[in-house]
């Protein structure tokens, strides 16, 4: 369920991902390994990034999408020498896989295998981080653009914390786990559970499938502008997100609401007696409660007040995502 309460422990939590540095433990969410000759052409045609300009030790976040451009989930890639790793999201893991196989066809070179149980996942947040990815010998990395990243014995560490704070992102095998953990937080990191981690995705606007992410939605009214290559041609749901492009025909959009009591996750937005949106996610802060919900682009953006039943609500800005059309 896409809600979540505070506590002391995750206050400090989410101060030091902001300010300092945290470290949060994402094993349980979904890694598949693509391998074989075609696998750039596979995935490049199965998602909106571009994959096929992409060289082992860079990456990309893409969307895969139905047909119809509706999402699926927000992977995270990472290019190999021999492979590409794809990080999913938790809920999506077998059922991406699933959809996947689904398109390999008999003569494509393409192998999937699911390593989520031999692998494990670590995301360093905050301005702080790079200390800790220098101690860990991985210091080349620092700088380099986002999705980029180097292998230091059997860790892999990209740039990128998986929310809109600096950061990176450790994918290892298993057998390392605890040892990594164990050393990362004696180098200062402070832990983020997944409450914590929630938290501060529903603040930062980071879509999560069953909540953002339905067949209700396709990545231009999410925001996912950094995902969507417009140039790479032909790929599954391509003519939907080109039109709506092209003709500049996003009708809702997601966006942060900042409000004065906790509110019921699905409940319908409203400006006076007007239905204008949906209340996808919320969460109670440390400075008050905070939602997450699509808007009709007709209604209004920042500034706009709302009503969630009797609950007073403000649009905000959400760093994870943007409603600007690309030039």
Same mark, same amino acid.
């Given at each position: $369920?896409?809600?979540?309460?505070?506590?002391?422990?995750? !206050?400090?939590?989410?101060? #030091? #991902?902001?300010?300092?540095?945290? !470290?949060?433990?994402?094993?349980?969410?979904?890694?598949?390994?693509?391998?074989? +000759? +075609?696998?750039?052409?596979?995935?490049? @045609?199965?998602?909106?990034?571009?994959?096929?300009?992409?060289?082992?030790?860079?990456?990309?976040?893409?969307? $895969?999408?139905?047909?119809?451009?509706?999402?699926?989930?927000? !992977?995270?890639?990472?290019?190999?020498?021999?492979?590409?790793? *794809?990080?999913?999201?938790?809920?999506?893991?077998?059922?991406?896989?699933?959809?996947?196989?689904?398109?390999?066809?008999?003569?494509?070179?393409?192998?999937?295998? +699911?390593?989520?149980?031999?692998?494990?996942?670590?995301?360093?947040? %905050?301005?702080?981080?790079?200390?800790?990815?220098?101690?860990?010998?991985?210091?080349?990395?620092?700088?380099?653009?986002?999705? @980029?990243?180097?292998?230091?014995?059997?860790?892999?560490?990209?740039?990128?914390?998986?929310?809109?704070?600096?950061?990176?992102?450790?994918?290892?095998?298993?057998?390392?786990?605890?040892?990594?953990?164990?050393?990362?937080?004696?180098?200062?990191?402070?832990?983020?559970?997944?409450?914590?981690?929630? $938290?501060?995705?529903?603040?930062?606007?980071?879509? #999560?499938?069953?909540?953002? *992410?339905?067949?209700? /939605?396709?990545?231009?009214?999410?925001?996912?502008?950094?995902?969507?290559?417009? @140039?790479?041609?032909? /790929?599954? %749901?391509?003519?939907?997100?080109?039109?709506?492009?092209? /003709?500049?025909?996003?009708?809702? /959009?997601?966006?942060?609401?900042?409000?004065?009591?906790?509110?019921?996750? %699905?409940?319908?937005?409203?400006?006076?007696?007007?239905?204008?949106?949906?209340?996808?996610?919320?969460?109670?802060? #440390? @400075?008050?409660?905070?939602?997450?919900?699509?808007?009709?682009?007709?209604?209004?953006?920042?500034?706009?007040?709302?009503?969630?039943?009797?609950?007073?609500?403000?649009?905000?800005?959400?760093?994870?995502?943007?409603?600007?059309?690309?030039?």
């Amino acid at each position: $369920m896409p809600t979540s309460a505070i506590d002391a422990k995750d !206050v400090a939590a989410i101060e #030091a #991902a902001t300010a300092g540095v945290a !470290v949060c433990d994402r094993s349980h969410w979904g890694r598949i390994r693509v391998s074989e +000759d +075609d696998r750039l052409r596979f995935l490049h @045609n199965q998602s909106t990034n571009d994959f096929q300009s992409l060289q082992p030790g860079q990456g990309c976040d893409t969307v $895969m999408v139905s047909s119809t451009a509706r999402t699926i989930d927000l !992977v995270s890639a990472y290019i190999l020498e021999d492979a590409v790793l *794809l990080l999913t999201s938790p809920s999506r893991r077998q059922s991406l896989f699933q959809w996947l196989d689904r398109y390999i066809f008999y003569a494509d070179k393409v192998q999937l295998k +699911d390593v989520t149980d031999e692998t494990s996942t670590f995301s360093l947040i %905050g301005a702080k981080s790079d200390a800790i990815v220098e101690k860990l010998g991985a210091g080349a990395i620092i700088g380099q653009p986002y999705g @980029n990243h180097l292998q230091i014995d059997e860790v892999i560490v990209a740039v990128g914390s998986g929310l809109a704070e600096p950061g990176y992102t450790l994918i290892l095998p298993t057998s390392e786990k605890a040892q990594l953990w164990q050393q990362i937080l004696e180098l200062g990191a402070v832990e983020l559970s997944d409450r914590a981690w929630d $938290m501060l995705r529903i603040l930062q606007g980071r879509p #999560a499938p069953d909540a953002e *992410l339905t067949d209700d /939605y396709n990545p231009l009214e999410v925001g996912l502008w950094q995902t969507i290559s417009f @140039n790479k041609g032909c /790929y599954i %749901g391509q003519e939907t997100i080109a039109r709506l492009n092209t /003709y500049k025909g996003v009708k809702q /959009y997601l966006w942060g609401i900042r409000l004065n009591a906790p509110v019921e996750v %699905g409940s319908a937005i409203a400006v006076g007696d007007e239905k204008v949106g949906k209340l996808t996610s919320y969460t109670e802060t #440390a @400075n008050g409660h905070f939602g997450l919900g699509y808007i009709r682009s007709k209604a209004g953006g920042v500034g706009l007040k709302v009503q969630i039943g009797e609950t007073e609500g403000e649009v905000v800005e959400i760093p994870f995502v943007s409603h600007e059309y690309p030039q």
